[in-house]
């Protein structure tokens, strides 16, 4: 029985990375399979978090200097689309300046990530709406400052 149990699972499992393969192209199944930059971040310059339509919430940590965005990070209690758009936000972030950051939307995120599932388009502009957000969060504190 173990035997026959074990590559009814194995068969499982392959079955649902063809099937996410085929809904979130090669990157997204690999992000999907990996997700990078996942997880809090200590004393980050930035922080957001948003809740969105579909109830996921999404978090960015953006981390700066010589106002350009050294490390990134998100965190997120949503599906695997989620946790996809969010690993894919965090790592356009890097590098880039405030400014550059305005060009991260939700249809920038989908073009990175190459194909994605139609009904799950959702997710990505929750991650740039975060993401934004922590953006907004920097700014204002930096107007506070001076």
């Not at 994605?116 to 930096?142: I, K, R, S």
């Amino acid at each position: 029985m173990g035997d026959s149990f074990d590559a009814f699972v194995e068969n499982l499992q392959e079955q649902i990375f063809d099937e996410t393969r085929e809904a979130f192209g090669e990157a997204g199944f690999q992000r999907w399979r990996n997700p990078l930059y996942r997880g809090p971040m200590d004393a980050p310059d930035s922080h957001a978090r948003v809740t969105g339509e579909c109830g996921d919430t999404m978090e960015i940590f953006l981390k700066f200097e010589n106002d350009r965005v050294c490390d990134a990070a998100y965190l997120t209690d949503g599906c695997g689309s989620s946790t996809v758009c969010g690993s894919f936000a965090a790592e356009m972030a890097i590098g880039r300046t405030p400014d550059e950051l305005l060009e991260i939307t939700g249809d920038a995120i989908l073009e990175k990530i190459g194909r994605f599932p139609e009904e799950d388009h959702h997710c990505a502009f929750l991650a740039a709406e975060t993401l934004q957000e922590a953006l907004n969060q920097y700014m204002v504190a930096g107007q506070k400052l001076k």
